[in-house]
């Protein structure tokens, strides 16, 4: 397990390399000036062996899903102050999204990564409050955020990204309830998952098992992606990766109608807590 967390916290870097190429398009979907830093030099490796082994379908997943939830955020808090980015990594939003006022930005990642991240962007300032709070997931972490001053009493905002497929299944279930537990009503969770029929695809065994060999294996997918929040009582509306992708000119197949089951995808899940 310990491994795993290290090579999950090494993918920051690689996520950081794939937006920081993203920013130097002619028609970015986003700009993340901070992230060609944040990569550094072996984000940049990860990246060029990526793109070698599989090309650009190593990256787009990632730039879509940079763009969608970048908009996600702005939108839920527009009613929410708090934002609390889970095995936040190397993302940059506090310091590139132009928030609502009075936003708080909450960061839950290893201590090593959040001391790291801290010291590439020592000269840099946020565009909002940012509490950086250095936790492992697999302990008990929400003391930890109230004490750094979250409020569970407040609508809050969460986002679960590039997360949950290197959980097992009662380690997401085992998050979920926490998430839920520290939300009060009208609160936004934002998580994405990957379907179990694109687990199960041909096509994604090579990135699995580059994945395992790295020691981040890829353990939990579903195809029912909004049941993980409904059976807190959120109400959850999942987005077939491919829609967004599409719209923006940037994916590699057409989108299929969601009632077409067995369909490889990826999901974005956008839940409100009543």
């Known amino acids: 397990m310990h491994r795993t967390r290290e090579a999950v916290a090494g993918t920051a870097l690689l996520v950081a390399a794939i937006r920081a190429r993203e920013t130097r398009r002619e028609e970015p979907l986003f700009i993340d000036p901070f992230a060609d830093k944040l990569a550094g030099a072996a984000g ?3 990246l060029q062996a990526a793109l070698e082994a599989s090309g650009e379908q190593s990256t ?10 970048d908009e996600a955020l702005l939108r839920a808090t527009r009613t929410a102050r708090q934002v609390v980015i889970i095995a936040a990594g190397m993302d940059a939003r506090a310091y590139r999204l132009d928030w609502p006022d009075a936003v708080t930005v909450y960061e839950l990642d290893q201590p090593a990564v959040i001391e790291a991240k801290g010291r590439l962007l020592s000269g840099d300032s946020p565009r909002t409050s940012r509490v950086a709070v250095g936790v492992d997931l697999a302990d008990d972490w929400p003391p930890a955020l109230t004490s750094a001053g979250f ?17 097992d299944e009662a380690e997401v279930r085992a998050l979920f309830a926490r998430v839920d537990a520290l939300s009060a009503p009208g609160s936004v969770l934002l998580y994405e998952v990957v379907g179990t029929a694109l687990l199960e695809s041909p096509f994604m065994v090579p990135v699995l098992e580059s994945m395992a060999a790295q020691g981040s ?17 959120w109400s959850a509306v999942v987005t077939d990766i491919a829609v967004p992708g599409n719209a923006w000119g940037r994916w590699f197949a057409p989108a299929v109608p969601m009632d077409v089951a067995g369909v490889p995808r990826g999901y974005f899940i956008e839940a409100v807590k009543p």
Do not use: C, K, N
Request: glycine residues 8%.
């Open 44 to 46: 940049h490796e990860s």
């Open 60 to 69: 787009v997943q990632i730039v879509v899903r940079t763009r969608f939830w």
């Open 151 to 167: 409020d569970p009493g407040a609508p809050s905002v969460w986002l679960m990204e590039g997360l949950l497929q290197y959980l």
């Open 217 to 233: 294996p890829w353990l939990f997918g579903s195809d029912t992606p909004g049941e993980l929040a409904e059976r807190h009582d």
